[in-house]
């Protein structure tokens, strides 16, 4: 079992940068592929980036150019570096650790990102 844990949410003005951090509570962290998603009210969960185990990055068209996902595997944690926050990037923002069938998979329990106009 992998236990994720976010912080670093809260309110921004439009064009304000915030940070959020994921801390994973497992020995095997190297191995997950991490994702971050958001939930805005009223719609689906989307994906907004990965970084594989290989430090491999994507990212969602809505966010590229704007935000950073990067890991630190010797501290167990995956970051999500928001820059030019715009209104709709009003969301709760989900850490996720993917390994697959052998692995599993794993959510926190997010943490809110509010950006005002």
């Known amino acids: 079992q992998v236990q994720l844990v976010e912080s670093g949410g809260g309110l921004v003005q439009a064009g304000g940068s915030l940070r959020l951090s994921c801390a994973a509570s497992?020995?095997?962290?190297?191995?997950?592929?991490m994702n971050w998603y958001r939930q805005a009210p009223g719609k689906q969960r989307e994906w907004v980036a990965r970084?594989?185990?290989?430090?491999?990055?994507n990212y969602s068209d809505s966010v590229k150019g704007r935000f950073t996902i990067s890991r630190d595997n010797a501290k167990n944690m995956v970051y999500l570096q928001m820059n030019s926050l715009k209104p709709e990037d009003t969301a709760v923002y989900y850490c996720?650790?993917?390994?697959?069938?052998?692995?599993?998979?794993?959510w926190g329990q997010g943490t809110q990102v509010t950006v005002s106009s």
């Open positions: 996720n650790a993917r390994g697959g069938q052998s692995f599993g998979d794993y």
């Open positions: 497992t020995s095997t962290f190297s191995i997950y592929a």
């Open positions: 970084v594989t185990s290989g430090e491999n990055t």
